[in-house]
């Protein structure tokens, strides 16, 4: 994505260390590990990874939409500098869609089958807002052209519409009280290429009119370096890389990251041989000491098997920031190179 907003002194999400654990009797799994990460107003921040590596848990966090056997066990959530762990029932309340809007996964199953459209609108707009019957359906009306659906199709029912009319759907639902940060889990699952294209290019342009950010979940690391300012690669529940989309693409440090920028294809250049990563995921219930990854890094060291990496600069300018012990023996020789200089 062309040009970074600037940053502010205060981001408009600020999450610190959050860690969200899944417990059932005896047994914890750990499906977010002490994750920091911060949004800005107007940006656009992606999170990537495998499947059950902790995007969506971490997204569900951020609104406080958990269900128990999941437990936000340790952490801070600040949405412009309000607590959001700290929030009543009633502020939650508030919160949710007027602030932070969620756009989930399947739209079909997100949408109400048994009611129309225009009555799920409708319905999200009555319970936020003190405005009569009639004032709610013309909004309504106004939000599915606004997602370029004509308003005829109020009176339709989720499986008399197209995969991407459902998701323009949900989008629209997303925008009803003109939130702050919009979460979207996978937005464009199980659409073709075509139909996701149309999506992507309404939301840019939604974006541009509206001025909210975004938290962009999926597996299309193409995808995310065309919409996306930063981006950041979840591995077994951590953050392991985090950085501008161009630097995460293009000088990936951390291994996990290059194996999964190694398996996509290029459009354009010359072919080369895709390479997958090896192995399978590692199990939330039995972790290994030290780094998560070692059993399917090619680039192993005695280190990964006894200490745990941490998040360590890469670059300062724009920050890169990468868990790996790799990386951080080279900044740590860096840094000796420098001081010695200048001794």
Same mark, same amino acid.
């Given at each position: 994505?062309?040009?970074?907003?600037?940053?502010?002194?205060?981001?408009?999400?600020?999450?610190?260390?959050?860690?969200?654990?899944?417990?059932?009797?005896? *047994?914890?799994?750990?499906?977010?590990? /002490?994750? +920091?990460?911060?949004?800005?107003?107007?940006?656009?921040?992606?999170?990537?990874?495998?499947?059950?590596?902790?995007?969506? !848990?971490?997204?569900?966090?951020? !609104?406080?939409?958990?269900?128990?056997?999941?437990?936000?066990? &340790?952490?801070?959530?600040?949405?412009?500098?309000?607590?959001?762990?700290?929030?009543?029932?009633?502020?939650? /309340?508030?919160?949710? %869609?007027?602030?932070?809007?969620?756009?989930?996964?399947?739209?079909?199953?997100?949408?109400?089958?048994?009611?129309?459209?225009?009555?799920?609108?409708?319905?999200?707009?009555?319970?936020?807002?003190?405005?009569?019957? #009639?004032?709610? %359906?013309?909004?309504?009306?106004?939000? @599915? &052209? !606004?997602?370029?659906?004509?308003?005829?199709?109020?009176?339709?029912?989720?499986?008399?519409?197209?995969?991407?009319?459902?998701?323009?759907?949900?989008?629209?639902?997303?925008?009803?009280?003109?939130?702050?940060?919009?979460?979207?889990?996978?937005?464009?699952?199980?659409?073709?290429?075509?139909?996701? $294209?149309?999506?992507?290019?309404?939301?840019?342009?939604?974006?541009?009119?509206?001025?909210?950010?975004?938290?962009?979940?999926?597996?299309?690391?193409?995808?995310?370096?065309?919409?996306?300012?930063?981006?950041?690669?979840?591995?077994?529940?951590?953050?392991?890389?985090?950085? &501008?989309? $161009?630097?995460?693409?293009?000088?990936?440090?951390?291994?996990? +990251?290059?194996?999964?920028?190694?398996?996509?294809? +290029?459009?354009?250049?010359?072919?080369?041989?895709?390479?997958?990563? =090896?192995?399978? =995921?590692?199990? @939330?219930?039995? *972790? =290994?000491?030290?780094?998560?990854?070692?059993? /399917?890094?090619?680039?192993?060291?005695? $280190?990964?098997?006894? #200490?745990? =990496?941490?998040?360590?600069?890469?670059?300062?300018?724009?920050?890169?920031?990468?868990?790996?012990?790799?990386?951080?023996?080279? !900044?740590?020789?860096?840094?000796?190179?420098?001081? &010695?200089? +200048?001794?």
């Amino acid at each position: 994505m062309d040009g970074n907003p600037t940053p502010l002194a205060q981001p408009l999400l600020s999450c610190r260390g959050v860690s969200v654990d899944y417990v059932v009797g005896n *047994l914890n799994a750990r499906a977010c590990n /002490r994750v +920091t990460l911060d949004i800005h107003p107007g940006e656009t921040v992606g999170l990537a990874g495998e499947s059950g590596c902790g995007k969506s !848990t971490f997204a569900f966090a951020i !609104t406080r939409m958990h269900n128990a056997p999941a437990l936000i066990s &340790e952490g801070e959530i600040l949405f412009e500098g309000r607590d959001v762990l700290k929030m009543s029932d009633r502020e939650l /309340r508030a919160f949710r %869609w007027k602030e932070t809007a969620m756009v989930f996964q399947s739209a079909m199953n997100a949408l109400n089958p048994v009611i129309t459209i225009g009555e799920q609108l409708i319905d999200v707009i009555l319970a936020h807002q003190d405005i009569s019957r #009639d004032a709610a %359906w013309a909004r309504g009306e106004e939000l @599915l &052209e !606004t997602v370029g659906i004509a308003k005829s199709r109020m009176t339709s029912f989720a499986h008399q519409l197209s995969g991407g009319m459902r998701q323009r759907v949900v989008i629209a639902i997303a925008l009803v009280l003109r939130p702050k940060l919009i979460v979207m889990d996978e937005p464009t699952t199980a659409l073709d290429v075509v139909v996701e $294209r149309e999506i992507m290019d309404e939301l840019q342009d939604l974006k541009e009119r509206y001025g909210f950010a975004i938290l962009f979940i999926s597996h299309d690391l193409g995808l995310m370096g065309e919409i996306c300012d930063r981006i950041g690669i979840m591995y077994a529940g951590n953050l392991v890389e985090l950085g &501008e989309a $161009r630097q995460v693409l293009e000088q990936p440090r951390h291994p996990y +990251t290059k194996g999964l920028v190694g398996s996509f294809p +290029t459009i354009h250049g010359p072919k080369t041989r895709l390479h997958g990563i =090896p192995g399978n =995921p590692v199990n @939330l219930l039995q *972790l =290994p000491q030290g780094c998560n990854f070692q059993s /399917r890094c090619t680039a192993c060291i005695s $280190r990964c098997q006894t #200490d745990e =990496p941490r998040l360590v600069t890469v670059a300062e300018t724009p920050p890169h920031l990468a868990a790996c012990h790799l990386v951080s023996a080279a !900044t740590e020789a860096d840094t000796k190179v420098v001081e &010695e200089a +200048t001794s």
